[in-house]
């Protein structure tokens, strides 16, 4: 428990500690805190376009302006390229978004908490 007047650790290192305590953020935290947020947002984007793709995909052979690519079946273009792939490719990429989701998570929370 902190002395009389003390702050605990976490407000120390968040500035609330007076002027002599500001920023004592370890710039290993800080950086932490900063990729570990970059990886979460990229991992966001990925899977946001992965669920997209029909959408994108579409909207892409619109703007061509092209009257074939506008006749072409995008979801159905999309299925027979998936099916290409082994079972194990999507198993794999919906366990990296799991183990990078839940990596971020505990790390942040990690962080937050020491």
Same mark, same amino acid.
């Given at each position: 428990?902190?002395?009389?007047?003390?702050?605990?650790?976490?407000?120390?290192?968040?500035?609330?500690?007076?002027?002599?305590?500001? /920023?004592?953020?370890?710039?290993?935290?800080?950086?932490?805190?900063?990729?570990?947020?970059?990886?979460?947002?990229?991992?966001? +984007?990925?899977?946001?376009?992965?669920?997209?793709?029909? !959408?994108? #995909?579409?909207?892409?052979?619109?703007?061509?302006?092209?009257?074939? /690519?506008?006749?072409?079946? #995008? !979801?159905?273009? /999309?299925?027979?390229?998936?099916?290409?792939?082994?079972?194990? +490719?999507?198993?794999?990429?919906?366990?990296?978004? #799991?183990? +990078?989701?839940?990596? !971020?998570?505990? !790390?942040?929370?990690? /962080?937050?908490?020491?």
């Amino acid at each position: 428990m902190p002395g009389d007047g003390e702050l605990p650790g976490t407000l120390r290192r968040l500035g609330h500690g007076g002027p002599d305590k500001l /920023l004592r953020v370890p710039v290993a935290t800080l950086l932490s805190w900063i990729s570990l947020g970059l990886v979460v947002a990229i991992n966001c +984007v990925i899977l946001y376009s992965n669920l997209t793709a029909t !959408a994108s #995909v579409t909207a892409a052979f619109a703007r061509k302006g092209d009257p074939e /690519l506008a006749h072409i079946d #995008v !979801a159905a273009l /999309l299925k027979a390229a998936e099916s290409g792939f082994p079972r194990w +490719v999507w198993i794999l990429q919906n366990a990296r978004h #799991v183990i +990078v989701f839940g990596a !971020a998570t505990l !790390a942040l929370t990690t /962080l937050a908490l020491t």
